[in-house]
């Protein structure tokens, strides 16, 4: 009998968003970079990710290649610059997704196309420990056009591409294609997300008056 997928605990209630946020609650950015785009077949070569809540990041970004059990395509390279050199000398997969599992801990995690990243670290955790995340999850990719419903309308077509919301936020991409700096978009992203739906979420009095108290940084 097939082994059935593990699920994914996706965050669906986008209405109370920001109440969520500034609760206190602790969120993980993060991103992978992968040899292909099937989890079942193909394998990750980077992790990448940022920790943080309402006030500010926390603690350092975690970053980490991985050497996978065969030749990094040469159109994963020309896409990430990632290549066999690169990795010759990293740790194994298994390595590196406990200590990234360490060091999200119980934080919620966010990712844009959430469940390609997590389906390939669920299919990590599944083969070597017959786990997975059980982890809250937050995709912004769902969670932009929730926002900005209108972008469809436009005749460009990747509006809500990471890159693309990226440059018409004015949020500096230093490395495209890399998991740390795609893990930092993303998390500025989910951010700008909040900031410009704020009006439209439920719970907005308390919210605001929790937000003259603090001091965020939203860019």
Request: glycine letters at 4%; aromatic letters at 10%; charged letters at 20%.
């Amino acid at each position: 009998m097939q082994q059935s997928k593990p699920s994914i605990r996706l965050f669906r209630d986008f209405n109370h968003l920001a109440r969520l946020f500034y609760s206190g609650s602790v969120f993980v950015a993060f991103d992978t970079e992968t040899t292909g785009l099937h989890a079942e077949s193909d394998n990750l070569i980077e992790i990448g990710a940022v920790k943080f809540d309402c006030k500010g990041n926390i603690g350092n970004p975690f970053d980490e290649l991985i050497k996978p059990p065969i030749p990094i395509p040469p159109y994963i390279t020309e896409i990430t610059h990632i290549n066999d050199c690169l990795v010759q000398n990293c740790r194994n997969v298994h390595e590196v997704v406990s200590d990234f599992l360490a060091y999200a801990q119980s934080a919620i995690l966010i990712a844009h196309n959430a469940p390609f990243d997590v389906g390939f670290i669920n299919a990590e955790m599944t083969s070597h420990r017959n786990t997975y995340i059980k982890n809250l999850v937050i995709d912004t990719l769902p969670l932009a056009r929730w926002a900005y419903p209108s972008f469809i309308t436009e005749a460009e077509k990747g509006q809500y591409k990471l890159q693309s919301l990226a440059k018409r936020f004015n949020v500096t991409v230093k490395n495209a294609h890399r998991a740390d700096d795609d893990a930092r978009v993303c998390m500025e992203i989910f951010k700008r997300i909040i900031q410009d739906t704020m009006p439209k979420q439920k719970g907005i009095e308390k919210i605001q008056m929790q937000s003259k108290q603090t001091e965020f940084n939203f860019m």
